[in-house]
């Protein structure tokens, strides 16, 4: 962890970020730290009921905290409407973004065809390819490879051994985490049972000629593939925020706004809308559509359209609750499947009743 | 989208790909496109029903269809008895594939052992190996590793950031995407509860002294991996099609000619055969063999072998066709229990009767 | 397959790993090879049985087996308590592990505040930023990307295109697969639905200032991704092994000496304990704790707690052996539907009997 070596008062925090002090305003913070290992001169956050106990015994300097979290005494409350992003505006006053070092690598390899705004920071071993351009305050970490016509707008972050295939677009204020692929071929394919092109059967690449398009403000995680598209675009929509090792087909549109968990897979040509939540291990066919607002449960396999506002779960989906209930009511699966042989045999004796 | 200069006679393409021309067949075409945004000089496709409407609709010069297909005005149809197939090569005419530019980049690590035939084109950052092969018009994209003692043949393309190990063997015509992983080490550990070895417990790394072997025509998805072999080798068969992030453990075969959908898995050991179809998701445990023709759905876990021919899904794997309605009353079974309390009760009362 | 030019008597192999011989001491074993392919100066494994065909008609000097597997005339047997690991010794013998060649490739990056063992090898195109440490005997093959201020142990071999993001470290005799991330930043966002720090909704990102440890003798799997802490770090503890393409998020706790295999996904400041074993495809929820000893069938979702020493499947998780029950009734649910159906008319009719 690097501290910045800075401080506040807790009630400049609270001002800056719209909380009410409860305790000593004028307490120095010096740091944000967990609420187990928190001491003198940090600020804390508490939310989760299971940290409760953690938060009692907490000896933070202050903590942030929503309306109605007991008090502990000898430390001081920030009371916040939404404490999480009050916290984490706090923690983002002691570290604040990176900011590019202006500057190429001389181990960097840069096509003379790529204007490069002079802003911008590109690591050693950085490769840009043909009429690359990228954008102003960008920081290209080493190793990061960016294919012909590949553009990167300003104020980005792309961590090493990113890629960024030829012809894709990256939009400003994106961060790319290390070893994400922006652009991959889509998986497609037609199967040429006869060996009409070659002779014997193969399964035929269809080209993929259209690109991936990262709006403005996304993140996409580490080893996260975003696939080019066959015809067209495949799109991730502004502010969509992706986790590690997801897989995104082509021609699929996200967002804005979604979030998509961890090794979550979207096939091809589906459309995710606006503010969707997508829980990790996800699968999701192609061609159907997730209207806005749409929560799909952890591991769900997605079959077909599921409405706007829906929070559903399994294979094929359901609402969650009622997922909740089926799951339960599997475990109990092998004493039903008992009981009704009991059932069957009852009415047996009864039906050989006089 | 990088449109090539050139253009066709629809008559042109029909005769390429052996179709029927079924309106205007001196129409110049210049271009491939999606059916939504086709316009005129433009050809699209169409087969799948959900976007009838958008054929109906549109504005290309010409689609690609099917036997079949209804007839919309002013535009012309190319109808082909695989018209996918024929798409794929139609667009393949405007898109070639990438040809090499001859040539090692200065800032490429080529050990003086390996052998890079003259024709293939090396980029900036590529690292290659002692007693490394390349073959002819192969393309290694910046920041390609190839270990020591690798082979890669002719007409590859290998994109950004992709590894082949040590003694791994790529064939000709094959095409692994970004970051894709070829010969990292099985995942082997003996157990030694007892510390034999080091006076404590250990998981002790079991050497995994076989290759990956890529053969020819094999397609690999971006960061998908493919482990070398404990003993002997892993082996992904001729003309085989694998998407994104998928794991293959080792000493799996699988193919030729078989499709795996992404963030699949297989574990060691498993036998894959011909034409197989993986859907995404796909868990396949060791030691088992999915015979030739199997189609196995999405997010399914396969525990045991699996008969050639057989389309199963679920886990344990079954029928798929059996597999959709056990998930369909699984959605019922909350009610199922209700219903059988109602019997029991019914039951009881009867038993009551004088 | 590099063989290295070494032999040994089949009774120096049995002393240097602890077993008895049965057969001709004296033979000469110059080969670790599989039961199939093995011949005269060979030495096999046999333990599954699953391979007993093969190994009763194998042509192999030897095989190491455990106590009471058949003769095998013209075979001998090299019987060992840890069948697997003696075998796993003895593979050592023949393919020990690849030695550092000490010093820096020309074509390294290396800056001059690092701090890099003199006996440490950096392959081309090795990115070493500020402030790192590199121990002794570690490898970093080309393509290694270390950030600012991360530290890595001795004897380590980090391979092609690893990541270590800033402030990280990895312990001693680490061993990363190509591709593999550690300190990608955890996926942690505050919504700010009411737009209160830029006039518009977004999803606001929490600054990730924790960081990633790797203890000693830890193994990652290719392109697998270790999360840097959100406060606090993310751990993995000694001696765990884990497979590729995992996703491990932020304060997440593992080990000492777990096993998490492929694809599997485990949520934000879940702890993971001592010696547990995650099959493939698993996902745990956040902030949960799994208890040591505990073995969590493939492809289970775990939304709460596991105690120590359990054997879970499912989801929700139930014991592993009623969850093989609860699947195996579900197949025949759609059976049971229609016999409840039954059973209802038949109570009908008996209750319409005078």
Known sequence: VIVAPVSFSLAELAARVGGAVHGDGAARIGRVAPLETAGPGDIAFFSNKKYRDAYLACRATAVVVEAGAPEVPGVARLEAANAYLAFARISTL?????????????????????????????????????GVRVGARTILHPGVCLGEGARVGSDCILYSNVVVRDGCAVGDRVILQPGCVVGADGFGFAFDARGEVAGAPQHYKVPQVGAAVIEDD????????????????TVIGRGTKIDNLVQIGHNVRVGPLSIVVAHTAVAGSTKIGTGVVLAGQVGIAGHVEIGDGARIGAQS??????????????????PHHDWLRSQAALHKLPELVREVRRLREEIAQLKGKP
Do not use: K, M, W, Y
Request: charged share 10%; net charge negative.
């Open 94 to 130: 002691f570290h604040p973004p990176p900011r590019a070092v202006a500057g190429v690598s001389p181990q960097a390899a840069v096509h003379p065809s790529a204007a490069v705004d002079p802003s911008a920071e590109l690591g050693a071993f950085v490769s840009v390819g043909p």
């Open 301 to 318: 396999g997605i079959l077909g359209d599921v409405p706007a506002g829906a929070t559903v779960s399994g294979t094929p989906a359901q």
């Open 218 to 233: 996304v993140e996409l995680g580490a080893n996260t593939c975003v696939d080019r598209g066959a015809l067209g675009d």
